[in-house]
């Protein structure tokens, strides 16, 4: 199965940038649907967004527009550009997995294999 490490998080002032990075091994991220989620605590872990095997997506309204997923398959490599970043998004993110099964689905709990999480603040 596959294994995800993220890397990229760390603290920058509301309006600024960060890209978030999730290396996938054992497998290929092209085939799974593929993932984004954050956590703060107290509260559930929620979608940021999702992407499937060929490209489709689904953010959250609350980024849309700011947050870019991107799923380099040559790389096995899951990426989120997060741009305009505002006080309410910091939080722990996540990347993770889910073995292709029809639509790729937002509920967190279908997805099988998760990164350690990196920690995005925003000041």
């Known amino acids: 199965h596959v294994q995800l490490v993220e890397s990229g998080g760390g603290s920058v002032q509301a309006g600024g940038s960060l890209r978030l990075s999730c290396a996938a091994s054992g497998d290929s991220v092209s085939r799974y649907c593929m993932g984004w989620f954050r956590q703060v605590p107290g509260k559930e872990r929620e979608r940021v967004v999702i992407?499937?095997?060929?490209?489709?997506?689904t953010y959250d309204d609350s980024v849309e527009g700011r947050f870019t997923i991107t799923n380099d398959i040559g790389k096995n490599t899951l990426f989120l550009q997060m741009n305009a970043l505002e006080p309410e998004d910091p939080a722990v993110y996540y990347c993770a997995a889910a073995p292709l099964s029809g639509l790729c689905s937002s509920w967190h709990a279908v997805y099988d294999y998760w990164g350690q999480g990196t920690q995005v603040t925003v000041s």
């Open positions: 992407i499937g095997p060929h490209g489709a997506t």
